[in-house]
Each structure stands twice: as C-alpha cells, then as structure tokens.
Nanobody, 129 residues
Framework: QVQAVESGGGLVQPGGSLRLSCAAS????????IGWFRQAPGTEREGVSCISSSDGSTYYVDSVKGRFTISRDNAKNTVYLQMHSLKPEDTAVYYCAANLLRRSCSSDYDLRTHEYAYWGQGTQVTVSS
C-alpha cells in the first residue's frame, strides 16, 4: 500500500518537545515536497510545515515558526517534524503527505491539502498538564 506512516506522537506537558516521523511506504519521499498537517477535533485539516525535494528549503506557518523544525533523511526515506515549546493549542492529530504537483515548498500556497496524497493514519499529539 502506498502511504505515509506517521509516528512519534504522545502526551506532553506545555513547553515540552516531541519529534514526529513520517516514513514512506511504497514510494520515495525524496521525489516530492512533503507536508505536515494537523487536525484538531471539529476543525479543518491545516498545513503546518513543508519541505522541498528540490533544494531542501522549508516553510512554516506563523503559529509554529521558531518552534518546529522540519527535516528529511532521504537515505531513511523519512521526514521529521521536531516540535519544541509545545502549547495546548498544538493538540491535534498530525499527518504527513506528499505533494503530487510540485517539488518545492515556500508558502501557504504550497500547503493546500488537495494537492497532497499518500496520507497516513496520523499520530496524536496532546499537550496538556
């Protein structure tokens, strides 16, 4: 089955850190721009960050800028999302996916969910004391 497989979520206190992993099953991550998204109960799925396949450039939405870092290890076919200074409002199911239309990512325009495929089941992140 062709899909991304997310892991690394859990329960963490405010101010804590987590590292999420996105492993590719059935495809090569290095060919696509890869995005991380999140969805809290009762809300739409929103883009968080993405990384280009072309030059490794990255983009972050304002709410996570300076706290989250996206990276990729092509040898392991894995993309990571390192999250620091977590806040209760970061609580959500986090997903990764591959952009089938573009290999670069530099703005909100490149985080439109309809361009992404190979969605995984997601990993739950809960930030609570």
């Amino acid at each position: 089955q062709v899909q991304a497989v997310e892991s690394g979520g859990g329960l963490v206190q405010p101010g804590g850190s987590l590292r999420l992993s996105c492993a590719a099953s059935g495809f090569s991550l290095d060919y696509y721009a890869i995005g991380w998204f999140r969805q809290a109960p009762g809300t739409e799925r929103e883009g968080v960050s993405c990384i280009s396949s072309s030059d490794g450039s990255t983009y972050y939405v304002d709410s996570v800028k300076g706290r989250f870092t996206i990276s990729r290890d092509n040898a392991k076919n894995t993309v990571y999302l390192q999250m620091h200074s977590l806040k209760p409002e970061d609580t959500a199911v986090y997903y990764c996916a591959a952009n089938l239309l573009r290999r670069s990512c530099s703005s909100d325009y490149d985080l439109r969910t309809h361009e992404y495929a190979y969605w995984g089941q997601g990993t739950q992140v809960t930030v609570s004391s």
